[in-house]
């Protein structure tokens, strides 16, 4: 008597593995949708080096953005909930994805070589528990003047100038700090999406690092430029 066999089993239900897939492009488009942010703010930033006015002015007219078209801070606080959305849904795909690795790995793999990862791969984690910190800070320092460093200040160019001067030189170790978790983050980050979103390939592998390490040194130096040109006395 012939016996048909029996269907083999799949290792990962459809379902389950599609998810997957749902989960990563959810983090791709909210990580992408925060480094265009963070890009245009540290845009934003270099206005110090134009003096008070330019930088006033600026602040200012984010207020007014789209107006009439949009009431008055209308179009901030768009853009506050739509990152806010993103930073909850990249934190929550990033977790669940954690979960899922973890359970589908319950013992640790005994490795004998150590791992072709990039320290930024490794702290992805971490540096994203860093910059979420740091988003609460700079939020209650600068958007909701929550507290204030160095005095109390209607300008938002004395509140930078004031944040940054020589003696409140922690304020500037904490943005350092939070800075390079940030171009760790985005340089694995814009990989990670890039690839996700299907963009990588073997051809494109060494343009889609180029890309990743542009915009991560783009972040470091131009956010870094107007707290280290005020720490040391150029701007004032």
């Known amino acids: 008597m012939v016996t048909t066999p029996a269907p083999p089993v799949p290792t990962v239900p459809r379902r389950a593995r599609y998810t997957t897939v749902a989960l990563k492009w959810a983090m791709a488009i909210s990580g992408i949708l925060f480094v265009l942010f963070v890009l245009v703010h540290m845009y934003g930033n270099l206005k110090a080096f134009q003096g008070q006015e330019a930088f006033d002015?600026?602040?200012?007219?984010?207020?007014?953005?789209?107006?009439?078209?949009?009431?008055?801070?209308?179009?901030?606080?768009?853009?506050?909930?739509?990152?806010?959305?993103?930073?909850?849904?990249?934190?929550?795909?990033?977790?669940?994805?954690?979960r899922?690795?973890?359970?589908?790995?319950?013992?640790r793999y005994v490795a004998t070589k150590r791992t072709a990862q990039t320290y930024s791969s490794r702290t992805?984690?971490?540096?994203?528990?860093?910059?979420?910190?740091?988003?609460v800070f700079h939020i209650l320092q600068f958007t909701t003047v929550s507290f204030e460093v160095g005095g109390s200040f209607d300008?938002?160019?004395?509140?930078?100038?004031?944040?940054?001067?020589?003696?409140?030189?922690?304020?500037?170790?904490?943005?350092?700090?939070?800075i390079v978790a940030l171009t760790m983050h985005v340089r694995h980050g814009v990989w990670s999406a890039l690839q996700t979103l299907g963009t990588s390939d073997r051809t494109r592998q060494r343009g889609i690092n180029v890309v990743a390490y542009v915009a991560a040194a783009a972040l470091l130096i131009g956010f870094m430029l107007p707290p280290t040109a005020i720490l040391l006395g150029f701007v004032n």
């Open 100 to 107: 899922r690795n973890n359970a589908a790995r319950p013992q």
């Open 57 to 98: 002015g600026y602040a200012e007219s984010l207020r007014d953005l789209l107006y009439p078209y949009l009431p008055h801070t209308g179009f901030l606080w768009i853009q506050r909930v739509v990152l806010t959305l993103a930073v909850l849904v990249h934190a929550g795909a990033a977790f669940a994805l954690w």
């Open 155 to 178: 300008s938002p160019y004395e509140r930078l100038v004031a944040a940054f001067s020589a003696e409140n030189w922690w304020v500037y170790a904490v943005y350092l700090l939070a």
């Open 124 to 135: 992805m984690r971490w540096g994203g528990v860093i910059l979420l910190l740091f988003v």
